[in-house]
């Protein structure tokens, strides 16, 4: 990890190729590294910058398509996390730990230049889907409350 914080601080060309490269390296359980680094940026906070977040967000947004595997999605059984949205999350996490001028230009950048089709596409229809979830549960509370 400190090995892509450091490659972060250097350029994005750098981050991109330590992800490409892990993606194309398997755990015994069948996982891809890439998803290991994912899964470990979400842990992060001291030791992401501003500088790194805004590298990673663009370097997540040009490459994330290619990062993760069919078998990344499956490894954890019908409960894992679509790859999609586990992108979705550590971007989000890195936006956190972005400069506050620089979040709406960043998310902008994932959705406009970005070359990762399923993130860009995806953020609009899961945001979407969770407000949809969370109004059909409020509903589902209200009519239970009405019956009692």
Not at 40 to 60: K, Y
Not at 89 to 107: F, G, Q, S, T, W
Request: net charge negative; aromatic share 2%.
């Amino acid at each position: 990890m400190n090995e892509l914080l450091i490659a972060a601080q250097e350029s994005p060309e750098a981050a991109a190729k330590i992800l490409a490269a892990a993606a194309n390296v398997r755990r015994p359980n069948g996982a891809s590294k890439a998803r290991d680094y994912l899964d470990r940026m979400r842990d992060l906070d001291d030791e992401m910058t501003p500088p790194i977040a805004r590298v990673l967000v663009g370097v997540l947004s040009a490459v994330g398509d290619a990062l993760l595997s069919e078998q990344d999605e499956e490894i954890q059984g019908p409960f894992s996390l679509p790859n999609r949205w586990r992108i979705l999350c550590v971007i989000n996490h890195l936006l956190k730990h972005a400069e506050a001028a620089d979040r709406l230009p960043l998310i902008r950048s994932v959705i406009a230049q970005g070359h990762s089709i399923a993130l860009a596409g995806d953020a609009p229809v899961t945001t979407h889907l969770v407000r949809n979830t969370m109004r059909i549960r409020v509903s589902a509370t209200a009519l239970r409350s009405e019956s009692d």
